[in-house]
C-alpha cells in the first residue's frame, strides 16, 4: 500500500501549486484523505480532509477559501490546490488515509501516510 505525493516546489507569495496523492496497493473509497503540512520545528497540522465516498470536505481555517481538495476516482488520486500561497505555508506537506473515518483533525488517526513533498513560499 503507498500513497505518493507530489506536486511540491517553490513559489513566490501569491502564486499557486497543485499537490497530488496516488494511491496504489488497495482502494481508499472506504476512508477520508487527508493532507496536512509540517513546518520545521512545529508539530504534523491539519490542512483538509476528503471523504471518499460522498465527497464530504473540510479545511483548516488557515487555509479555508485559498485551497481546495478534489479527488479523481478514476485515477484513485487526491488533490491539494493551493492559490495565493503565503510564506507561512511553507512546510512538508503530506498525504494520509484515515480508514476509521474519525477525528479528520488528528494526525494519530490516519493509519496510511505517504512521504511529504517540499512547498516553499518566498515573501
Known amino acids: 500500500v503507498q500513497l505518493q505525493a507530489s506536486g511540491g516546489g517553490l513559489v513566490q507569495a501569491g502564486g499557486s501549486l497543485r499537490l497530488s496523492c496516488a494511491a496504489s496497493g488497495r482502494t481508499f473509497s472506504d476512508s477520508g484523505m487527508g493532507w496536512f503540512r509540517q513546518a520545521p520545528g512545529k508539530e504534523r497540522e491539519f490542512v483538509s480532509v476528503?471523504?471518499?465516498?460522498?465527497?464530504?470536505?473540510y479545511y483548516a481555517d488557515s487555509v479555508k477559501g485559498r485551497f481546495t481538495i478534489s479527488r479523481d476516482n478514476a485515477k484513485n488520486t487526491v488533490y491539494l490546490q493551493m492559490n495565493s500561497l503565503k510564506p507561512e505555508d511553507t512546510a512538508v506537506y503530506y498525504c494520509?488515509?484515515?480508514?476509521?473515518?474519525?477525528?479528520?483533525?488528528?494526525?494519530?488517526?490516519?493509519?496510511?501516510w505517504g512521504r511529504g513533498t517540499q512547498v516553499t513560499v518566498s515573501s
Open positions: 494520509a488515509a484515515n480508514t476509521d473515518n474519525s477525528d479528520y483533525t488528528l494526525p494519530q488517526r490516519y493509519n496510511y
Open positions: 476528503i471523504r471518499w465516498r460522498d465527497g464530504y470536505i
